[in-house]
């Protein structure tokens, strides 16, 4: 799917995913074991923030300046209003460039809409960006390959390159993996957790 087509799509359901997630519980357990892995303050990005919300107060309590990162304008917009002592920036991880590394990754529920060619680019891209001792967290489709569902009366486009090459190339990029999980179950949905040594 096209990037901006899918920021469209997102922009469409802005204000109900705002009210849906900026208090939720959704993924707090695994954020909070990710966190727990490193000492608190420095430097977070959060890939597909979304309008921000749990997460990010959360990285603001515990000293992290963070970076929020979104396909979707409107999010972003939330997400500005919502946390003005971050930034967040309105573009394509697939694009994306900056001098920047950071100590703590986030990108949750976000990879997995990446066109299925750009998934092991922008993986390591994400691994490149962390600082010696950084931790890194996503979620991902446990199954390889590529399909398109309905959601909220559209059609959502997701990938993945599977367990197997996820974990590979991890530890191809000097990663280590602290902790992988099936969280959903029978939902195909995965998380990672890996430090760069």
Not at 159 to 167: D, F, K, P, V
Request: glycine fraction near 8%; hydrophobic fraction near 40%; charged fraction near 20%.
């Amino acid at each position: 799917m096209d990037p901006i087509i899918l920021g469209e799509k997102y922009d469409n359901i802005a204000q109900w995913w705002h009210k849906q997630h900026s208090d939720s519980r959704y993924g707090l357990a695994q954020f909070e074991k990710a966190i727990g892995f490193r000492a608190a303050g420095g430097k977070a990005l959060d890939v597909g923030c979304g309008a921000g919300g749990r997460f990010i107060r959360i990285l603001h309590q515990k000293n992290y300046s963070v970076t929020g990162l979104d396909i979707s304008a409107e999010m972003i917009a939330l997400a500005q209003a919502n946390h003005p002592q971050h930034n967040f920036i309105h573009s394509d991880i697939c694009n994306w460039e900056s001098d920047e590394n950071f100590d703590f990754i986030l990108a949750w529920d976000s990879l997995f809409h990446l066109p299925f060619n750009m998934q092991k680019p922008v993986l390591k891209k994400l691994c490149q960006k962390l600082n010696h001792n950084g931790v890194l967290i996503y979620s991902f489709g446990d199954d390889y390959g590529e399909h398109s569902d309905q959601w909220h009366n559209d059609t959502f486009y997701y990938s993945s390159i599977g367990l197997r090459e996820n974990c590979q190339l991890l530890l191809n990029m000097g990663l280590s993996i602290l902790h992988l999980e099936l969280d959903q179950f029978p939902e195909k949905h995965a998380y990672i957790i890996a430090q760069k040594r």
